[in-house]
């Protein structure tokens, strides 16, 4: 790299000379996409607190500091995403994650409430039945050391499904067919991205590459039609039991939300409804699995944090008991672990928007209209300046009075502002789920150091190797 200036308008410092300019010439993108993640890590560190990265065809300019995130995530003029997000359009359409403008606005709208918290008071029963059959199925590990992400995978996706979707369960096949493809469309994403050429959709669509797009696509698109025909049929079959399920408000979850709102007229088909589910399914899934098995690792790594949180689960739910929605609630300590691991370990590490005017940072850039923004909410986490010994795992850095010092928008593993993630209440509430019914009857051991775990750059937040945990049985003596 050489680090010069190339356009004066799109990243000036106001006053003095334009800088913190990195022109990428083509050798990085012929480079192995592995320490691409690290390579960004480092740019971040040497050119804190903003920098541009320029190429023959896109100018992007670097976020790491609150203030100017805070610029854009909470503006409603830059609500648009960059146009990396057009490579998911094949598979997720422009579904909520990916839609801008009327579209994006509309289907808030509409889907919004399915995350009601009298909703997902409801998907309780389900996230406890499902981690029962995962507490099972760790019981034929016990004394072994696993990748936790598999059996955490297939928590989540069983969870989204029967929540989100209303689906009973589905089978072993189609779970390892879709997780298979949701690993490659990532990969295929990334390849995409690293090599210029392919931003062509004419020289794209002839690659071999795309060809092998077409196939995971339509890997997922059979997974997501089968489950609206499914939830179709279930609905039609056994309309009584479905009114008895939700509440008396008559809040439907999502799938039936958006089934019920195409047949009362409103604007979305079966295309629509499709690229929903294809974008809840992801979304809903591939993050709170990854969240789960890096808390798991922390845990297995810091015997003391275990032990107080398992403290707390035995005070607030008891040794055995089912917790109810205001257990949960009552977690507190647990609540603060969990925001810490997402500190260390966020299921997505970066976004990406679109600026859709000029603005001035408060770091004193001008950026003009059209410019892509990064942010880096992976290094914003560990920035030291925000977290002293930003490695040392400390929940106690989410106490409400040290919160209040810190900048609103230094802690966003959910994004923030009007685009934030619909569904994070879920999250938290599966992830408290799933950590009563492990931490009750496995202890977990240390076989990595949590960090050393390297990452490889995907969708989500993905480790290069296992995560790998010994599971023990517990002998409850803890109060
Ligand atoms: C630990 C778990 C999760 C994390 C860390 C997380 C994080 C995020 C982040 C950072 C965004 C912004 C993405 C962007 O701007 O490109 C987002 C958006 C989104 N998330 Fe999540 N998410 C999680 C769980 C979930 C779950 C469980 C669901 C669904 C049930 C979900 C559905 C969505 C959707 C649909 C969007 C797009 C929202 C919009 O643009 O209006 N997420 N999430």
């Not at 997000?85 to 889907?111: A, C, M, Q, V």
């Not at 809903?284 to 990854?290: A, K, L, N, P, Q």
């Not at 300590?333 to 590490?349: A, D, G, H, Q």
Request: aromatic share 10%; proline share 5%; charged share 25%.
């Amino acid at each position: 790299f050489s680090k010069y200036q190339r356009n004066k308008n799109v990243l000036k410092r106001i006053p003095g000379p334009p800088e913190r300019v990195i022109i990428g010439h083509m050798g990085i993108f012929m480079q192995d996409t592995d320490s691409m993640f690290t390579r960004m890590r480092n740019f971040s560190k040497q050119y804190y607190p903003i920098y541009r990265f320029s190429t023959l065809y896109v100018d992007i300019v670097n976020f790491l500091k609150p203030e100017d995130i805070e610029l854009v995530l909470s503006s409603t003029k830059h609500l648009s995403k960059s146009k990396i997000y057009t490579f998911l359009y094949n598979w997720l359409g422009t579904g909520l994650l990916t839609s801008t403008g009327t579209k994006w606005h509309n289907r808030r709208k509409i889907l919004t409430p399915a995350f009601h918290f009298s909703i997902l008071q409801q998907f309780l029963h389900i996230f406890n039945d499902e981690t029962g059959k995962l507490v099972e199925k760790l019981e034929q590990e016990c004394g072994k050391t696993i990748d936790v992400v598999p059996p955490v995978t297939h928590f989540t996706l069983q969870s989204i499904a029967e929540t989100a979707m209303g689906i009973s369960s589905i089978d072993e096949r189609h779970q390892k067919e879709y997780k298979k493809a949701i690993y490659e469309i990532g990969h295929i994403f990334l390849r995409r991205l690293t090599k210029p050429w392919y931003r062509i959709n004419a020289i794209y669509s002839m690659s071999k590459l795309a060809e092998e797009e077409n196939a995971t696509v339509k890997i997922l698109h059979d997974f997501s039609t089968n489950i609206i025909a499914e939830r179709e049929k279930e609905r039609t079959t056994n309309v009584s039991q479905n009114m008895a399920f939700y509440s008396k408000k008559k809040r439907l979850a999502m799938l039936d939300l958006l089934l019920s709102a195409k047949n009362d007229g409103a604007d979305i088909d079966y295309e629509g409804i499709r690229e929903e589910v294809d974008t809840f399914m992801f979304e809903g899934h591939d993050t709170t699995s990854m969240a789960i098995s890096f808390m798991l690792l922390v845990l297995a790594n810091l015997q003391d944090i275990q032990t107080k949180i398992l403290s707390e689960i035995l005070n607030v739910v008891g040794p055995t008991k089912i917790p109810t929605y205001e257990d949960l609630q009552n977690l507190k300590y647990t609540e603060r672990c969990i925001k810490e691991t997402l500190r260390l370990f966020p299921s997505v590490p970066f976004i990406s928007r679109y600026a859709s005017e000029e603005f001035t940072t408060k770091t004193g850039y001008t950026i003009p209209e059209g410019t892509v923004l990064h942010i880096h909410i992976f290094d914003l986490h560990r920035n030291a300046e925000i977290y002293p010994e930003p490695l040392k795992f400390d929940p106690d850095r989410f106490l409400p009075e040290q919160v209040a010092e810190r900048h609103p928008f230094a802690y966003i593993p959910f994004s923030a502002g009007p685009r934030n993630c619909i569904g994070q209440r879920f999250a938290l509430l599966e992830l408290k789920t799933v950590l009563c019914g492990i931490l009750r009857r496995f202890a977990l051991e240390k076989v990595d150091d949590m960090h050393d775990i390297e990452f490889r750059p995907d969708l989500v937040l993905r480790p290069k190797e296992d995560v790998k945990v010994k599971i023990l049985p517990r002998q409850q003596t803890v109060q």
